[in-house]
């Protein structure tokens, strides 16, 4: 499993993740409230990558990321 240090990196290689096998890769978040502490993984199974950060302003990059893999998700569904 590798942890990324730049969001800007992980937000790369998740999208590059997910549009080489839409069908095998999933993203997991999770949020440690003693620890302040968000943890975001995407995997295909074969290719892990994580990103861990305590920064608030982060959250709204997640969601921008997500809405970008949400937009890939259903422009696939339209072939």
């Not at 990558?49 to 998700?73: G, I």
């Amino acid at each position: 499993m590798t942890y990324l240090t730049s969001w800007e990196e992980f937000a790369r290689a998740a999208e590059r993740l997910y549009l080489a096998d839409p069908m095998k890769c999933r993203l997991v978040m999770k949020y440690r409230h003693g620890e302040g502490q968000l943890n975001v993984k995407i995997t295909d199974d074969q290719v892990c990558l994580q990103y861990r950060t305590e920064h608030a302003q982060d959250v709204k990059k997640l969601e921008k990321l997500t809405s970008q893999l949400m937009r890939h998700m259903a422009s696939k569904e339209g072939r």
